[in-house]
């Protein structure tokens, strides 16, 4: 029960002499050597001197665990000497210390029940035997064993493998590979202890076996489970303790239980603590990462010999996470018989695998039930300051004991089920036999006096926050199972304690609020009317049979009585969240109630509260939304830095911009009838019988008790913010929505036909974000009962982080369907689209109904606004020249200006005079007008309107909205070798065409000479910018030598002399500056400046920065006209990154493809060089690896693309020189990259993922870069 190889504790290094203690123990550094003697022999005599290291603080829980790092005078031929070792010394002190607040006298009990000689002996001898019997098997070397009989301490000395392997993540468990190796290797240890002629028996006695020490202390198992109890009620309430006790306290039937496995297989090597922390997988060298491959099992300390099940139980109980344990479980037992049979053909041959499955069945609950207290006191230390840690082991021990009594339903009738008689209250409720067999007589169900007796288990407090649940099981006087007769059944009670429990903390005002807002009984009453409604009109969805539904004019009591769907569904697992299938089919269960809820005659409505009484309801929950947030935000910093408090409460705190953003469907849909509490805990899918796992299809919807009049997109936005992982909601959200979309059309035409799907899409978006707002404002004891909390915490934070702009959520209903309102807080309006529109002979005047508009995030966005405006025309449909959404651009300078702020007021000006957003926004608008007549083969978004010179009050660009069917990579995601062979062929074919075009391009924009005047100012303010890039992330660039990449190449002597020559010029005509770089540039070198050059720059420091700068600037001056020797200025988009360019998605994998649907965002562009945009896009969004791999490749097919459209211009350039052009300037842009690396922040959009990418971009092209300049 020890782990040597994980949980170093640093902190307690001992360097000491031979003969001092290490670490607080009895060992030396002179017994070591006297034990490794007996192994090394006159070897060990060259052992000088050690230091050693407690590893894991004492988590060896029998064992104090070294580390011991061996010095050695002198090498010894044929004789390995090990650089470290592990060793284990027995002791008591870990055990005491992890039982001391159980009871008391517990280092009596310890030594009493861990009788340490007979420990460490077993321990011995395993090693010793399995290492010559079974030599393949996966074990550390075991240098030597020192026990002797003059000396009280014994030590094992162990190979240290910390350096080559290690154990599985302890959250989330062993991988499936990981699982299947580890059964294969214990068939193999009882396969061999089956047949082997050695008489392993001698030492892995029957002392010590899972029967032997339930046996010997039942009592002190039940006290542990009851501590477990009271500390993790919602985990583990279901246990019956006294039923436990009772059971295991008849120590006959508890052995003939246990025992049975014998009638299977004979007792085999079992290792007695068979988890993950002991064993120990090999590191890939290259990814440095855990395999699949086991290098080391340990801890043998308590063999014995036993069950053939117990390993591997022990193994899926507490070592594998819930999902793959439900659905691999029986695969993986069935993987170990299959083994046994191959490797003892002749023992398995009358065994089958339903018998061995039987004994998995049996075994599970019990071991489940012992080893739950212990397993749970030694992990729970290594999730100190964890607590997603501590509830993710607490939440797999708990499933994994509901799982093992599951399996067996005559255990779960011992391990956790109340009997009680017809007239005893059932597990502390009210309820009792009599008065459910009277509910089901009345219901017709039952006949009097037909039920026999009843017993129950109560279902977890998680899952009946307002109501207590019991599994009921019926014996009826007739031993028959009918539908009428059923032999279990769930019965809800409504329960106000909850409610009463959650407020204690708060402030009275507010817990009134609560209490006043969420009446159980009320609830209550609403779910009995929609089940006794579906009773008689049910709508196509699946529900669970209701058997009767009681209130207190009929009954003594109210509850629910229903069917029990356990047996053959589940709940999916709320920590991996529900898949893109189970979304598929819950959208289209929606749709179908919602459906019916439109067609049916009966009166619904009348049964279920209206919209702004559930809104009241809903709002009143937030309390004080500000101070919940900031409770929310310090508990869990991690997920929610990114919450902006203020703007959230601002937001929510407005009622009336609040309830208007939840009712504004209305004036599109009218209402349907909304489930209310839509997400992956009250929905039941079944469970697949050949995997054991939760299928895609759905058993049943239940939990109907806030069942409301309402929006068609508020059940499946509520299920998408709590229930689906960020990455499945990004990929899927869509795909979902039109399932739903079209079923709807299908079933329920004149309801929602007349909607465009873009703008019921919008709505349900906008649900989406606004339920993530909601969740997070909840009071925080809100966390504390629900059982989403991982899913809860991974997605809604990102949710929030990567669309920012939704906070501004309720533009859409503050702006809907209008015609001149500004539009998010901007002046365009409808009329002026329109006026756009028809000027640009798209329309007639007076065929826009409606707009309505949202403000996108955008990276890359700094100068302008950007809308997705959704259009309704008065003729219905959407056509070429009447779309129904657009994209609309708008001028902002502001954005600029805010970026500038951390520039120095030279650079800031200069930047703010280059990037004129008017200036900018008429280069992208010509850009539009000249492309969508000349056509070149590119891929651009449809431009309905751009910026007009002549009208002042049309400075705008619209174009289409490519967002259905196309999107952005993202940044954290490198481009793919396809991918970028796509955008190379791309500016290949805008290259050509804007070499052989008889379109005068180059009046329409800025020719080289501008853009490269914006670079000086830039550079001038390199060193500072590259030493705040160093500084701010000191670790990732300690590689870049600030002073080489400030001055690039200054050790040419014609950079030099120019350089002070042109200060010269510049301080005495600052006008004739520019022009004399360029003649300097032709001049031939000046060698006799180069030395009183760098000496003068030493004694004048300013005067050096400026040197340095300008030889940056004149070179990179240099390096960009270059080109011009191979191929002449083409046409640069100028801003070619992967936020700028659009690729299709696959409609079948829902996936970003290799094909570019548009390329946006032309206003940089200007007369350039060929090489520029393509190694843009190489330095931003490619990875290292990617980049290396595919250089060459990527560039000769744009090289070929360029031959073939324009072989006049290219027949007499060759590969080689247009190559390394295209080379040099992508380790320009590195250079570039890396000194400006103090605004990556800004790139990345506060997104730490995305900051950590480009980083590892940057450093990457940096060394590249370094090697080409041969710094």
């Known amino acids: 029960m020890s782990n040597p190889f994980i949980y170093y504790d640093t902190t307690h290094v001992d360097t000491v002499r031979m003969n001092e203690k290490l670490c607080g123990t009895p060992l030396t550094g002179e017994t070591l050597k006297s034990a490794l003697a007996e192994v090394l022999q006159e070897a060990a005599e060259n052992l000088n001197a050690v230091s050693a290291e407690r590893i894991g603080d004492g988590k060896g829980f029998l064992s104090d665990i070294l580390s011991v790092s061996l010095s050695w005078k002198n090498e010894v031929e044929n004789v390995g000497l090990p650089s470290s070792v592990v060793v284990k010394l027995p002791t008591m002190e870990q055990v005491v210390g992890v039982f001391k607040d159980t009871s008391e006298n517990v280092e009596e009990k310890a030594q009493r029940y861990f009788q340490l000689d007979e420990l460490f002996r077993k321990e011995s001898a395993a090693y010793n035997v399995l290492s010559k019997e079974l030599s393949e098997f996966p074990l550390p070397r075991c240098y030597c064993i020192w026990d002797k009989e003059n000396d009280p301490m014994s030590l094992l000395v162990l190979q240290d493998l910390s350096k080559t392997a290690r154990t599985a993540d302890l959250v989330n468990g062993l991988t499936e590979d990981q699982l299947l190796n580890?059964?294969?290797?214990?068939?193999?240890?009882?396969?061999?202890?089956?047949?082997?002629?050695?008489?392993?028996?001698?030492?892995?006695?029957?002392?010590?076996?899972?029967?032997?020490?339930?046996?010997?202390?039942?009592?002190?198992?039940?006290?542990?489970?009851?501590?477990?109890?009271?500390?993790?009620?919602?985990?583990?309430?279901?246990?019956?303790?006294?039923?436990?006790?009772?059971?295991?306290?008849?120590?006959?039937?508890?052995?003939?239980?246990?025992?049975?496995?014998?009638?299977?297989?004979?007792?085999?090597?079992?290792?007695?603590?068979?988890?993950?922390?002991?064993?120990?997988f090999k590191v890939d060298d290259e990814t440095n990462t855990t395999s699949s491959h086991i290098a080391a099992i340990i801890d043998w300390q308590t063999v014995h010999q036993g069950s053939f099940a117990e390993d591997i139980c022990y193994l899926m109980m507490f070592n594998v996470n819930i999902g793959l344990r439900r659905s691999k479980m029986k695969d993986i037992v069935r993987f170990y018989f299959r083994t046994m049979k191959t490797l003892v053909p002749t023992i398995m041959d009358s065994v089958s695998f339903d018998s061995?499955?039987?004994?998995?069945?049996?075994?599970?609950?019990?071991?489940?039930?012992?080893?739950?207290?212990?397993?749970?006191?030694?992990?729970?230390?290594?999730?100190?300051?964890?607590?997603?840690?501590?509830?993710?082991?607490?939440?797999?021990?708990?499933?994994?004991?509901?799982?093992?009594?599951?399996?067996?339903?005559?255990?779960?009738?011992?391990?956790?089920?109340?009997?009680?008689?017809?007239?005893?209250?059932?597990?502390?409720?009210?309820?009792?036999g009599e008065i459910l067999e009277q509910a089901l007589v009345a219901a017709g169900k039952a006949a009097p006096g037909s039920l026999d007796s009843v017993s129950a288990e109560k279902i977890g407090n998680c899952e009946g926050y307002m109501s207590d649940i019991l599994r009921v099981f019926l014996v009826w006087k007739e031993c028959r199972k009918t539908s009428a007769y059923p032999n279990k059944i769930l019965v809800k009670m409504p329960k106000q304690d909850s409610v009463d429990i959650l407020t204690e903390s708060f402030d009275q005002k507010l817990a009134d609020q609560i209490k006043q807002s969420v009446k159980v009984d009320i609830l209550t009453r609403i779910e009995c009317a929609v089940y006794r409604m579906f009773s008689k009109e049910a709508p196509e969805i699946p529900i669970p049979k209701c058997y009767a539904v009681c209130t207190k004019e009929e009954n003594p009591m109210v509850f629910i009585a229903m069917e029990d769907l356990s047996p053959r569904a589940e709940t999916p697992d709320i920590t991996s969240g529900l898949t893109k299938g189970q979304l598929i089919n819950c959208a289209e269960a929606l749709a179908a109630l919602q459906a019916w809820s439109f067609n049916t005659p009966y009166e619904w409505k009348k049964e279920v509260p209206d919209m702004l009484t559930h809104a009241d309801r809903a709002l009143s929950l937030l309390g004080s939304i500000e101070k919940q947030l900031q409770v929310s935000i310090k508990k869990y910093p991690a997920h929610f830095k990114c919450v902006d408090a203020k703007k959230i409460s601002a937001a929510l705190c407005d009622r009336e911009k609040t309830i208007a953003a939840m009712t504004a469907y209305k004036k599109l849909v009218p209402d349907v009838l909304v489930h209310g509490d839509f997400w992956a805990n009250n929905i039941l899918f079944e469970v697949d019988n050949k995997t054991n796992s939760v299928s895609d299809r759905i058993a049943a919807i239940i939990d109907w008790q806030v069942c409301h009049q309402g929006s068609f997109a508020e059940d499946l936005a509520r299920l998408y913010s709590y229930s689906v992982d960020a990455d499945v909601r990004r990929s899927t959200m869509m795909d979902v929505f039109r399932h739903y979309f079209d079923k709807m059309k299908m079933w329920a035409p004149g309801a929602i036909s007349s909607v465009p799907f873009e703008i019921a899409y919008h709505i349900f978006e906008n649900a989406v974000f606004h339920n993530a707002l909601m969740l997070i404002c909840?009071?925080?004891?809100?966390?504390?009962?629900?059982?989403?909390?991982?899913?809860?915490?991974?997605?809604?934070?990102?949710?929030?982080?990567?669309?920012?702009?939704?906070?501004?959520?309720?533009?859409?209903?503050?702006?809907?369907?209008?015609?001149?309102?500004?539009?998010?807080?901007?002046?365009?309006?409808?009329?002026?689209?329109?006026?756009?529109?028809?000027?640009?002979?798209?329309?007639?005047?007076?065929?826009?109904?409606?707009?309505?508009?949202?403000?996108?995030?955008?990276?890359?966005?700094?100068?302008?606004?950007?809308?997705?405006?959704?259009?309704?025309?008065?003729?219905?449909?959407?056509?070429?020249?009447?779309?129904?959404?657009?994209?609309?651009?708008?001028?902002?300078?502001?954005?600029?200006?805010?970026?500038?702020?951390?520039?120095?007021?030279?650079?800031?000006?200069?930047?703010?005079?280059?990037?004129?957003?008017?200036?900018?926004?008429?280069?992208?608008?010509?850009?539009?007008?000249?492309?969508?007549?000349?056509?070149?083969?590119?891929?651009?978004?449809?431009?309905?309107?751009?910026?007009?010179?002549?009208?002042?009050?049309?400075?705008?660009?619209?174009?289409?909205?490519?967002?259905?069917?196309?999107?952005?990579?993202?940044?954290?995601?490198?481009?793919?070798?396809?991918?970028?062979?796509?955008?190379?062929?791309?500016?290949?074919?805008?290259?050509?065409?804007?070499?052989?075009?008889?379109?005068?391009?180059?009046?329409?924009?800025?020719?080289?000479?501008?853009?490269?005047?914006?670079?000086?100012?830039?550079?001038?303010?390199?060193?500072?910018?590259?030493?705040?890039?160093?500084?701010?992330?000191?670790?990732?660039?300690?590689?870049?030598?600030?002073?080489?990449?400030?001055?690039?190449?200054?050790?040419?002597?014609?950079?030099?002399?120019?350089?002070?020559?042109?200060?010269?010029?510049?301080?005495?005509?600052?006008?004739?500056?520019?022009?004399?770089?360029?003649?300097?540039?032709?001049?031939?070198?000046?060698?006799?400046?180069?030395?009183?050059?760098?000496?003068?720059?030493?004694?004048?420091?300013?005067?050096?920065?400026?040197?340095?700068?300008?030889?940056?600037?004149?070179?990179?001056?240099?390096?960009?006209?270059?080109?011009?020797?191979?191929?002449?200025?083409?046409?640069?988009?100028?801003?070619?990154?992967?936020?700028?360019?659009?690729?299709?998605?696959?409609?079948?994998?829902?996936?970003?493809?290799?094909?570019?649907?548009?390329?946006?965002?032309?206003?940089?562009?200007?007369?350039?060089?060929?090489?520029?945009?393509?190694?843009?896009?190489?330095?931003?969004?490619?990875?290292?690896?990617?980049?290396?791999?595919?250089?060459?490749?990527?560039?000769?097919?744009?090289?070929?693309?360029?031959?073939?459209?324009?072989?006049?211009?290219?027949?007499?350039?060759?590969?080689?020189?247009?190559?390394?052009?295209?080379?040099?300037?992508?380790?320009?842009?590195?250079?570039?990259?890396?000194?400006?690396?103090?605004?990556?922040?800004?790139?990345?959009?506060?997104?730490?993922?995305?900051?950590?990418?480009?980083?590892?971009?940057?450093?990457?092209?940096?060394?590249?870069?370094?090697?080409?300049?041969?710094?």
């Not at 109890?229 to 508890?254: A, C, N, Q, R, W």
């Open 182 to 280: 580890c059964v294969e290797a214990i068939a193999k240890l009882q396969a061999w202890s089956l047949t082997t002629k050695c008489d392993w028996k001698s030492f892995a006695s029957v002392r010590g076996t899972l029967l032997d020490k339930i046996a010997a202390y039942p009592k002190a198992v039940v006290r542990q489970l009851k501590r477990i109890v009271e500390k993790y009620p919602m985990h583990f309430g279901s246990l019956s303790l006294e039923d436990i006790g009772t059971f295991m306290e008849d120590k006959d039937t508890f052995a003939a239980e246990l025992m049975s496995y014998r009638e299977v297989m004979p007792d085999v090597f079992v290792h007695g603590d068979y988890r993950a922390s002991n064993i120990l």
């Open 356 to 432: 061995v499955w039987h004994i998995f069945e049996k075994t599970l609950p019990w071991l489940t039930v012992f080893y739950t207290p212990y397993i749970l006191k030694l992990s729970l230390p290594a999730c100190r300051n964890e607590p997603m840690a501590e509830s993710a082991v607490v939440s797999n021990l708990a499933e994994g004991y509901k799982d093992a009594v599951n399996l067996n339903v005559e255990a779960s009738l011992i391990c956790c089920i109340s009997a009680s008689t017809m007239n005893k209250p059932l597990c502390g409720t009210k309820l009792t």
């Open 778 to 1271: 909840l009071p925080d004891e809100e966390w504390s009962i629900s059982s989403n909390v991982p899913i809860g915490l991974s997605s809604i934070p990102l949710t929030i982080q990567t669309r920012r702009a939704r906070y501004k959520f309720y533009h859409f209903p503050q702006h809907a369907l209008t015609m001149n309102v500004p539009l998010c807080g901007t002046d365009l309006t409808g009329e002026k689209l329109e006026q756009a529109f028809v000027a640009a002979g798209k329309v007639t005047p007076g065929s826009l109904e409606s707009v309505t508009a949202e403000k996108i995030h955008h990276s890359g966005g700094h100068t302008s606004d950007m809308l997705r405006v959704f259009l309704f025309w008065k003729e219905k449909g959407e056509t070429a020249t009447h779309p129904a959404r657009i994209l609309v651009k708008i001028p902002k300078q502001e954005h600029i200006d805010k970026l500038t702020e951390t520039f120095d007021s030279k650079l800031a000006e200069k930047v703010r005079e280059i990037f004129n957003v008017n200036k900018l926004a008429r280069i992208e608008s010509s850009v539009y007008r000249m492309l969508s007549k000349e056509v070149p083969a590119i891929p651009i978004p449809k431009c309905y309107t751009a910026w007009n010179n002549e009208e002042n009050s049309r400075k705008f660009l619209a174009i289409e909205d490519l967002s259905p069917h196309a999107k952005t990579t993202g940044l954290t995601r490198s481009l793919t070798k396809g991918q970028l062979i796509n955008c190379a062929e791309t500016l290949a074919a805008l290259q050509a065409w804007s070499l052989s075009t008889q379109c005068e391009w180059r009046k329409e924009l800025p020719d080289l000479d501008w853009f490269i005047g914006t670079l000086q100012d830039a550079l001038r303010a390199s060193g500072k910018q590259l030493e705040e890039s160093v500084k701010k992330y000191p670790t990732h660039l300690k590689c870049v030598d600030v002073e080489k990449v400030c001055s690039i190449l200054s050790n040419r002597e014609k950079l030099i002399a120019v350089s002070i020559s042109a200060l010269i010029v510049r301080r005495s005509n600052g006008l004739q500056y520019k022009r004399y770089c360029r003649r300097a540039l032709r001049k031939q070198p000046v060698a006799q400046y180069s030395h009183s050059c760098y000496e003068y720059s030493e004694t004048t420091a300013g005067l050096r920065v400026a040197l340095e700068t300008m030889h940056t600037y004149l070179f990179y001056v240099q390096e960009m006209t270059e080109f011009r020797k191979v191929i002449p200025d083409v046409f640069v988009h100028g801003d070619f990154w992967a936020n700028n360019i659009l690729f299709e998605v696959d409609n079948k994998t829902n996936s970003v493809s290799d094909r570019i649907a548009g390329i946006i965002d032309w206003q940089l562009s200007h007369q350039g060089s060929f090489a520029e945009d393509l190694s843009r896009l190489y330095s931003i969004n490619v990875d290292p690896e990617v980049r290396r791999s595919t250089m060459k490749e990527v560039f000769f097919r744009y090289f070929e693309k360029m031959q073939m459209l324009a072989p006049e211009r290219m027949n007499s350039i060759t590969f080689e020189s247009a190559y390394y052009i295209f080379k040099r300037a992508i380790c320009y842009h590195a250079l570039m990259m890396v000194t400006f690396a103090n605004q990556l922040p800004n790139m990345a959009d506060g997104n730490p993922a995305i900051e950590a990418a480009l980083l590892n971009r940057t450093v990457e092209n940096y060394k590249d870069a370094a090697k080409f300049f041969n710094f």
